[in-house]
């Protein structure tokens, strides 16, 4: 019964909410970088709201469950990430024995879910764009395990997100290590590449395959997927934060720490995504399983070395 | 007013259709989202697809060929569905009312909600028409 409660409470309500304003923040930034003025802070929320109120369609030949169900799937996994994020950084319950596992996997269902809507919707931009996702999907997760080897290496070979949290608390942050910087370097454009922004917003490319597998989506369907988007900004950099800046604190005055180690990630992300060109899916995958991964084996072997 | 339409009017989306305009009308729209008149700042976002979209911005005389896919698009599009004619074609045919080519203005096609005048409007003209659609409907309901 208490675990529903924190499902609703940490993974869905305090998510949202933070996802809801950093994404303000994120399209903020976006319009002050370009000179403009930017929308007013409660624009994502009034862009939900709006869109929970619009007809939704079913197109002619989509296979009708998947199509609706695929954006609920994705929506669940990343509610269920945030609440092991969540336990996990305030002790609120003792989690399991590989947790940390369980979040890589949770993570890549948001990618899959859209990857089924796409292909359930039957519209060929659509399944241009689920096809792309789907490469780009093989392209980020080789790199992205293997920079998250190094907090587990460092932690002494521990699975649990609570035992890294702890292990940081008594020696510093991993992202202190060489090795650390490095894999948080890489987890970085693995994440832009997860939450599908420039440059690597290849599936969704809307000048070409105008917005990709969520071409057909409208109304609640659509709500839900940019929901789950905007959660996921949220969600990710507070994994990597859990990972390798020593999770989030709320007392005293580490409470400013927590809020700065968040701010400075959604910034890097913004910044990268205003100031790059669109990639092309050959070049992302050559870059992820290139120069990717090998920074990210040698961040690998320098924890074992204990660097 | 119910909250969703609420919302709706705070966040619209436009879908851009140039049902063969000579263009002019199309860049002045483009024209909006540019730093100098920002229409990000109203909430305005241009949608991709028309499935996303709450306010259809039709420019241009509908011809014989583009009328048809101008039927098509609205019937696609979810509803609440707000449609802005823009710039003389589409509101009155202007210089093809004589065409062979061009047989009925935008609102006996589709209903039409707000007129936005001119040949070319400027974005000014177009920001004061999108706002006096929203007063429209807030003083319907
Ligand atoms: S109204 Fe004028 S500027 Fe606009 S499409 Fe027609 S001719 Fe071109």
């Not at chain 1, 879910?113 to 399944?127: E, V, Y």
């Not at chain 1, 809307?206 to 900004?233: C, D, H, Q, W």
């Amino acid at each position: 019964m208490l675990y529903i409660v924190y499902l609703i409470i940490y993974g869905f309500i305090l998510t949202a909410g933070l996802g809801l304003i950093a994404s303000w923040i994120d399209r903020k930034i976006t319009a002050r970088i370009q000179y403009r003025k930017g929308p007013p802070l409660l624009q994502p929320l009034i862009d939900i709201i709006k869109l929970l109120g619009k007809e939704t369609l079913i197109p002619k030949g989509a296979s009708k469950t998947m199509f609706i169900l695929a954006p609920v799937i994705g929506f669940g996994s990343v509610v269920t990430v945030s609440t092991l994020l969540w336990a996990n950084n305030n002790n609120l319950f003792s989690s399991f024995l590989g947790d940390i596992i369980v979040v890589l996997y949770l993570l890549a269902i948001p990618s899959l879910s859209i990857m089924i809507g796409g292909f359930a919707s039957g519209n060929p931009l659509a399944r241009v764009g689920s096809s792309r996702e789907m490469k780009l999907l093989l392209g980020y997760e080789l790199p992205f395990v293997l920079a998250i080897l190094v907090p587990i290496i460092k932690s002494g070979f521990s699975l649990k997100l609570a035992e890294i949290i702890g292990f940081q608390a008594q020696n510093g942050a991993v992202a202190g290590y060489a090795s650390g910087i490095l894999a948080l370097i890489v987890c970085i454009f693995c994440m832009q590449a997860k939450l599908g922004l420039v440059p690597f917003d290849i599936p969704e490319a809307e000048t070409e395959i105008i917005s990709g597998p969520m071409v057909e989506y409208s109304g609640t369907g659509l709500a839900i997927f940019r929901l789950m988007k905007n959660m996921l900004l949220f969600t990710l950099p507070f994994f990597l934060i859990v990972l390798f800046l020593g999770g989030l604190k709320f007392n005293g005055i580490s409470i400013l720490y927590s809020v700065l180690k968040y701010i400075v990630l959604l910034l890097i992300i913004t910044v990268i995504r205003n100031t790059n060109p669109r990639l092309r899916i050959d070049q992302a995958m050559r870059f992820f399983w290139g120069p990717a991964t090998v920074v990210a084996v040698v961040a690998v072997i320098l924890a074992v070395l204990g660097k | 007013m119910k909250l969703t339409l609420k919302a709706l009017l705070k966040s619209p989306w436009v879908f851009h259709l140039s049902t063969g305009s000579c263009n002019n009308c199309d860049i002045e729209i483009l024209d909006c989202l540019t730093p100098r008149f920002d229409i990000e700042r109203f909430g305005m976002l241009l949608a991709p697809s028309i499935k996303h979209a709450d306010v259809l911005l039709v420019t241009g005389s509908c011809n014989r060929k583009s009328a048809i896919r101008l039927k098509r698009l609205y019937e696609q599009a979810p509803k609440p569905c707000l449609v802005v004619a823009i710039g003389e074609c589409s509101l009155s045919r202007g210089m093809f009312i004589h065409s062979y080519n061009c047989p009925l203005p935008l609102d006996k096609i589709i209903p039409v909600d707000a007129y936005i005048p001119g040949c070319p409007p400027k974005p000014e003209a177009i920001l004061a028409g999108a706002l006096k659609l929203i007063q429209k409907i807030k003083g319907n309901l």
